[in-house]
């Protein structure tokens, strides 16, 4: 099989507007039922439930049963990653616009991809963490420095620990809105889960913003700034 045939398969599930808008929903790392899922896509129960299945099918999202309920997510980093970049792209080639990415300064300024930090705040992030040699950038791949563990651990996050897991431990995210990348990976999500526990931030309700309390904001700027 050749390999643009499993691109054409790929495109052909992203490519319907419905379902486009619900893949789009679950970007903000929450669950979400079908009758959600149908309000995000424009869509009715059954035709949501049907396109649902397609993208479970695909690979896409993946399903936990749940009382009553089946609730959808993004079947993982890689999806979200492919989705950001999709985005990216779409924005930079389609309708001209002022600004790329999303128009909703809040969103611009920080919000959740997938589980880890997006828009200007987490590009500032990467942004600080390459240029003191905290993770160094190895043409696609992004690594941990040595120096880095200490840096990550004084933020109270467990290294060793996400090194056990499966996923990788870091990796260069493209910012659908900045254009650059921001950090995902196992500890991506651990600073975006870090910066919720200390109070810095919240998750506002519905949306994929990420909002920082003026003390919050002050305490993550000198984190970047130092």
């Given at each position: 099989m050749r390999a643009g045939t499993d691109l054409a398969r790929m495109a052909s599930l992203v490519g319907d507007p419905a379902r486009a808008n619900m893949l789009a929903a679950l970007m903000g790392g929450t669950a979400l039922t079908a009758s959600e899922l149908a309000l995000e896509g424009g869509?009715?129960?059954?035709?949501?439930?049907?396109?649902?299945?397609?993208?479970?099918e695909g690979g896409l999202t993946k399903v936990t049963p749940q009382g009553r309920h089946r609730y959808y997510r993004l079947a993982g980093q890689e999806v979200a990653?492919?989705?950001?970049?999709?985005?990216?792209?779409?924005?930079?080639l389609?309708?001209?616009k002022v600004l790329p990415g999303?128009?909703?300064?809040?969103l611009r300024r920080a919000r959740v991809c997938y589980d880890h930090l997006a828009g200007e705040t987490g590009v500032a992030l990467y942004d600080r963490l390459v240029a003191g040699g905290i993770v160094?950038?190895?043409?696609?791949?992004?690594?941990?420095?040595?120096?880095?563990r200490g840096w990550f651990?004084?933020?109270g996050i467990d290294v060793d620990g996400?090194?056990?897991?499966?996923r990788p431990l870091c990796r260069a995210c493209l910012d659908w809105s900045a254009r650059r990348s921001h950090l995902g990976g196992a500890l991506g999500a651990a600073v975006l889960q870090r910066i919720f526990a200390k109070g810095w931030a919240r998750r506002e309700t519905g949306t994929r913003v990420v909002a920082f309390t003026p003390p919050g904001r002050r305490a993550f700027l000198k984190l970047v700034e130092t």
């Open positions: 869509v009715t129960l059954p035709t949501a439930s049907a396109h649902l299945a397609r993208l479970t990653a492919m989705l950001e970049s999709i985005m990216g792209v779409a924005a930079t389609g309708p001209r999303p128009r909703d300064t809040a160094a950038e190895d043409g696609d791949a992004v690594r941990l420095n040595g120096d880095g651990a004084a933020l996400l090194s056990r897991s499966r």
